[in-house]
């Protein structure tokens, strides 16, 4: 969700590519396959372009990525000190759309709205949720629009009009707060945010905000997406059981983070080996 995180996500696809693929896209189409990345868990959903869409409308080949899931908790390892900004880590769970036919094959804009929580000195996670069109940074919405804490069940869904424009729904599941949002690429004539034709890719990701310290590895409760929802531009539903699905396991420096695994055709878990069997809202008052 940061800027940042673009050379990892470079090194992440090219990875993927030398170990799958042998070509030169973000992988695509395929389905089935399983990918590694130092910082992104979870799954997508690749989708083929139509004719119509590709050469009339000029429009991505994806409309609607949607899901719900639960905003986890983190905890740090036993050793590690907080005192430490560096080590108080964040993770952000998203849902986005992307298209993979890119003139520049190592660049990829893509619109992503989710949730983000971060540990603090005390150890306690707060939330918070953020709209992005990549490259720009996140655009986070203020508590008064939107209030997510820890274990609270998100309503997601994000919509791609054009390649710069698009629109935004959230819904906390626990309050019935809602919030909706007409998004535009932050730069609209710059074509470095103009979201790519050709195949389309939802994707449904917990990521590990790369920013900081990764010598502790940060430990959360399982995050279950569920009701996923991959909508075309002709209106077509695909999801998990479309067998175009891909999963994406967190591994940094030979260390596994996250993993996710399928449950059925619209749901999958991402779980932190060190916080699987872990379920802080049994002890913990909200
Ligand atoms: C996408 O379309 C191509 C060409 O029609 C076809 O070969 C391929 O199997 C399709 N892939 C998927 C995932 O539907
Ligand atoms: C905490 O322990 C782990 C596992 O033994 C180790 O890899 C890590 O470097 C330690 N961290 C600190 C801050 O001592
Ligand atoms: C938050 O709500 C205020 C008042 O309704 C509105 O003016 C503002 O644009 C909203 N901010 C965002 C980021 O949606
Ligand atoms: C699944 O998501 C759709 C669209 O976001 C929504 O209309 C529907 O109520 C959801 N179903 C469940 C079981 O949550
Ligand atoms: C978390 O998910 C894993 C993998 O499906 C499962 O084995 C584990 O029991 C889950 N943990 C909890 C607390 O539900």
Redesign the pocket.
């Known amino acids: 969700m940061y800027a940042l995180a673009f050379a990892l996500l470079c090194l992440c696809t090219l990875t993927t590519i030398v170990n799958a693929l042998g070509g030169g896209r973000w992988p695509i189409g395929i389905g089935m396959n399983k990918y590694v990345c130092s910082f992104l868990g979870g799954a997508v959903i690749n989708i083929n372009q139509t004719e119509t869409t590709r050469e009339v409308d000029k429009l991505p080949a994806l409309r609607t990525a949607s899901a719900e899931w639960n905003v986890p908790w983190i905890k740090a390892p036993d050793n590690a000190s907080l005192s430490d900004s560096d080590k108080r880590h964040s993770l952000a769970q998203w849902v986005g759309i992307m298209g993979d036919d890119c003139d520049n094959v190592n660049w990829y804009p893509f619109l992503q709205a989710g949730t983000v929580v971060e540990i603090g000195e005390n150890e306690v996670t707060t939330a918070s949720a953020w709209v992005e069109w990549f490259p720009a940074g996140p655009h986070f919405i203020p508590k008064e629009n939107f209030t997510v804490s820890p274990n609270d069940k998100i309503s997601v869904a994000v919509e791609v009009y054009t390649r710069i424009s698009g629109h935004i729904y959230m819904k906390n599941l626990r309050t019935d707060q809602e919030y909706v949002a007409e998004v535009k690429a932050d730069s609209p004539d710059d074509p470095k945010f103009h979201i790519c034709l050709g195949p389309g890719v939802a994707q449904f990701f917990q990521e590990w905000v790369i920013a900081k310290d990764r010598a502790d590895l940060p430990i959360f409760?399982?995050v279950t997406f569920t009701n996923m929802t991959a909508i075309d531009r002709r209106g077509e539903y695909h999801d998990l059981g479309s067998g175009t699905e891909d999963y994406w396991t967190m591994i940094d420096a030979g260390r596994q983070i996250g993993i996710p695994?399928g449950i059925n055709e619209d749901s999958f878990?991402v779980?932190s080996p060190m916080g699987?069997?872990?379920?802080p809202h049994e002890n913990i008052q909200c």
Request: aromatic residues 22%.
């Open positions: 409760n399982n695994q878990v779980y699987k069997t872990w379920s």
